[in-house]
């Protein structure tokens, strides 16, 4: 079975630009997370969704936000990227919330410049 | 204040000894507790998930321990392989019943260093 994947891996944006990021979960999986990783804060939750609906959401300000669609795939989106915002940006999905066991992708490695 | 704290911050051990890390919570209500490996440029994998009645929990080598009453939880690596290098995470999720949103609450993480 594969698993979890995420596009791009890496990505280089200026500040003031948007950016999307996709993940696809293992077949299966109906909810999907999303975290930031950074070597000052560590991870940190973004958000999660499952069924296509935002069920859990972090300490992040609006410009983050994000999206699954029907097929469980999912997007983040990220307007008026700062300097602050370079990090791993890691995908994790489950076959459903809470006690359910995560699966992490590879992560995107976004640059702020 | 809801926090997950991981010591050491780092350890370097000699191949094939044994090491224990450590996590302590105070975060409440609490669901359950999991330990995650990371390597270094990867995603992280997970090793176990303990809900507040399980104490013991192992995955080959690693075995992890939960104290729900004084919130500790600890992670023993036995007879630790130069691919044990590694970060070790601890995380804590945090179940709200009446409402809001659920949240997973994260530890700094221990880095392990595996020498020959």
């Known amino acids: 079975k594969a698993g979890v994947t995420q596009t791009p891996r890496y990505l280089i944006k200026t500040r003031g630009q948007q950016v999307t990021l996709s993940c696809s979960p293992i077949?299966?999986?109906?909810?999907v997370s999303w975290y930031q990783q950074t070597p000052g804060q560590g991870l940190q939750f973004l958000f999660e969704?499952?069924?296509?609906?935002?069920?859990n959401k972090g300490n992040f300000p609006g410009r983050f936000s994000g999206r699954q669609f029907s097929n469980s795939r999912s997007e983040m989106n990220v307007s008026t990227l700062e300097l602050g915002d370079s990090a791993l940006y890691l995908c994790?999905?489950?076959?459903?919330?809470?006690?359910?066991?995560?699966?992490f992708g590879p992560g995107t490695r976004l640059t702020v410049t | 204040k809801n926090q997950v704290e991981q010591s050491p911050q780092s350890l370097i051990i000699l191949e094939g000894k044994n090491c224990t890390l450590q996590?302590?919570?105070?975060?409440?209500?609490?669901?359950?507790l999991r330990w995650y490996k990371q390597d270094t440029g990867r995603g992280p994998v997970s090793l176990t998930i303990?809900?507040?009645?399980?104490n013991t929990k192992s995955n080959g080598r690693y075995t992890a321990t939960l104290d729900a009453d004084t919130k500790q939880s600890s992670l023993h690596i036995t007879a630790s392989q130069l691919s044990d290098s590694a970060s070790y995470i601890c995380?804590?999720?945090?179940?709200?019943?009446?409402?809001?949103?659920?949240?997973?609450?994260f530890g700094a993480g221990t880095r392990l260093a595996v020498h020959p």
């Open positions: 994790a999905s489950s076959w459903g919330l809470a006690n359910y066991e995560q699966y």
């Open positions: 077949s299966g999986h109906r909810s």
């Open positions: 969704y499952f069924s296509e609906t935002q069920r």
């Open positions: 996590c302590n919570y105070t975060v409440s209500p609490f669901s359950n």
């Open positions: 303990m809900t507040f009645s399980e």
């Open positions: 995380v804590v999720f945090r179940i709200l019943f009446s409402g809001g949103y659920n949240k997973l609450i």
